[in-house]
């Protein structure tokens, strides 16, 4: 399996930028899809993006295309979410997940999660 782990969630003003870090080991990551999720208060967890460890392909939901970007450092063993422009709206509790189908975009797909790392978006 793959172990992730999320930090870097914290309380950011509306129009400011954030940067998490999903720290990823395991014998199967290089070859994994690595997504972002995000679950607000009373909503479905959501896709954000997904990244493919191994030649950085990315793919983004259309509500944070633009504003987001996925990221790996090979050197770290890190994927990175660098959200810019913040909305209220993407307020919710951040998870990474890792999946070995490299089409994976809904969350019965991921087998491997962190524990999630807050983001409060104020107004």
């Known amino acids: 399996q793959v172990q992730l782990a999320e930090s870097g969630g914290k309380l950011v003003p509306a129009g400011g930028s954030l940067t998490l870090s999903c720290a990823v080991s395991?014998?199967?990551?290089?070859?994994?899809?690595i997504a972002w999720f995000r679950q607000a208060p009373g909503k479905e967890r959501e896709f954000v993006g997904r990244?493919?460890?191994?030649?950085?392909?990315?793919y983004y939901a259309d509500n944070v295309k633009g504003r987001f970007t996925i990221s790996r450092d090979s050197a770290k063993n890190t994927v990175y979410l660098q959200m810019n422009s913040l909305k209220t709206d993407d307020t919710g509790v951040y998870y990474c997940?890792?999946?070995?189908?490299?089409?994976?975009?809904?969350?019965?797909?991921?087998?491997?999660w962190g524990r999630g790392t807050q983001v409060t978006v104020s107004s």
């Open positions: 997940a890792a999946s070995g189908n490299w089409g994976a975009h809904m969350a019965q797909q991921f087998d491997d």
């Open positions: 395991g014998r199967t990551f290089t070859s994994s899809i």
């Open positions: 990244i493919r460890w191994n030649n950085e392909l990315d």
